[in-house]
């Protein structure tokens, strides 16, 4: 029974195949090889599903990365910005501390230098 119909279904497909001009159009593909076009499909989607989830995981690893760093830059400024003002007020002890030993030297050198110009 399959068979009888399988045998009719064919030759009314092969009369149906011919084109208007009398061409012959090209043979459908296989039940096989329509298959294994779905499987390599499939297979290739995986692959591409694959590498989307690859692509996605790097840039989520990148973007944590990037918060971290600019994290740590922003502790790093705040400590630079620290440090700045801490040199600024060390820059100024240092100067008021070099102005002292100036005046220092100029009344030790003026004591001096009056104590020899006196008359004894």
């Given at each position: 029974m399959a068979s009888a119909d399988i045998s009719s279904e064919d030759d009314d497909y092969s009369s149906r195949r011919r084109s208007r001009r009398g061409r012959r159009l090209?043979?459908?593909?296989s039940p096989?090889?329509?298959?294994?076009?779905?499987?390599r499909t499939a297979a290739s989607d995986n692959v591409m599903v694959d590498r989307v989830d690859r692509i996605a995981t790097s840039l989520e690893d990148t973007n944590r990365?990037?918060?971290r760093v600019d994290r740590m830059l922003g502790d790093y400024?705040?400590?630079?910005?620290e440090q700045g003002t801490e040199i600024d007020r060390l820059r100024?002890?240092?100067a008021r501390s070099a102005m002292r030993l100036q005046e220092e030297r100029v009344r030790r050198t003026g004591a001096t230098r009056g104590s020899t110009m006196?008359?004894?």
């Open positions: 090209p043979d459908p593909p096989r090889s329509s298959r294994r076009g779905i499987l990365n990037l918060r400024s705040d400590v630079t910005e100024g002890r240092l006196r008359p004894a």
